[in-house]
T-cell receptor, first 114, second 115 residues
Framework: KAGVTQTPRYLIKTRGQQVTLSCSPI?????VSWYQQTPGQGLQFLFE???????NKGNFPGRFSGRQFSNSRSEMNVSTLELGDSALYLC?????????????FGSGTQLSVL | GENVEQHPSTLSVQEGDSAVIKCTYS??????FPWYKQELGKRPQLIID?????GEKKDQRIAVTLNKTAKHFSLHITETQPEDSAVYFC??????????????FGSGTQLTVLP
């Protein structure tokens, strides 16, 4: 079974621009979560999508948004980029069944904002 | 919301020695506690997890203990090897409405195993 796939692997943007990141979960997994990872800040929860609906949201500004498609693939969008948005963005999928708490991570998208 | 604190932030041990990483959580409703290992440049990977109805769980050289009364849990690695060098994250899940659960991570521990 293919793992969680994130594209692109690297992105370089300038302040004020917007960016869209993509995540394809493990086949059969219906939940996709997004995390921001920065040195010293660990993994910060952004949001979680399940069946095309956002069902959990972390403490990030409205510039961070996402969506999920009917095939469970998810996209995350960041508008009006700021220097502080430079980070590794990880998505994770889970089955969401009875023992569905196990999260499987993708390799991440490294975003650099100049 | 849930708050997870992890200590130490860095840990160096000699090969063959044991390593212990400790985490505390704030929400007594948390009921699932996974540990993830992230090697340099790679994705976090689940190495062991424990549920709130269990006090200890072992998997070869790795063990996790949970003290619900004190709200802390620990990762124990015995007979450490150089390939154990990585960043380790603890996490806790607080049940939200329905089946929605939010995973809160600790800030990570950089473990270095010295040959």
């Amino acid at each position: 079974k293919a793992g969680v796939t994130q594209t692109p692997r690297y992105l370089i943007k300038t302040r004020g621009q917007q960016v869209t990141l993509s995540c394809s979960p493990i086949s059969g997994h219906r939940s996709v979560s997004w995390y921001q990872q920065t040195p010293g800040q660990g993994l910060q929860f952004l949001f979680e999508y399940f069946s095309e609906t956002q069902r959990n949201k972390g403490n990030f500004p409205g510039r961070f948004s996402g969506r999920q498609f009917s095939n469970s693939r998810s996209e995350m969008n960041v508008s009006t980029l700021e220097l502080g948005d430079s980070a590794l963005y990880l998505c994770a999928s889970r089955l969401d069944g009875g023992s569905g708490e196990k999260l499987f991570f993708g390799s991440g998208t490294q975003l650099s904002v100049l | 919301g849930e708050n997870v604190e992890q200590h130490p932030s860095t840990l160096s041990v000699q090969e063959g020695d044991s390593a212990v990483i400790k985490c505390t959580y704030s929400d007594s409703a948390s009921n699932y506690f996974p540990w993830y290992k992230q090697e340099l440049g790679k994705r976090p990977q689940l190495i062991i997890d424990i549920r709130s109805n269990v006090g200890e769980k072992k998997d070869q050289r790795i063990a996790v203990t949970l003290n619900k009364t004190a709200k802390h849990f620990s990762l124990h690695i015995t007979e450490t090897q150089p390939e154990d060098s990585a960043v380790y994250f603890c996490a806790a899940i607080v049940p939200s409405s329905g089946s929605a659960r939010q995973l809160t991570f600790g800030s990570g521990t950089q473990l270095t195993v010295l040959p």
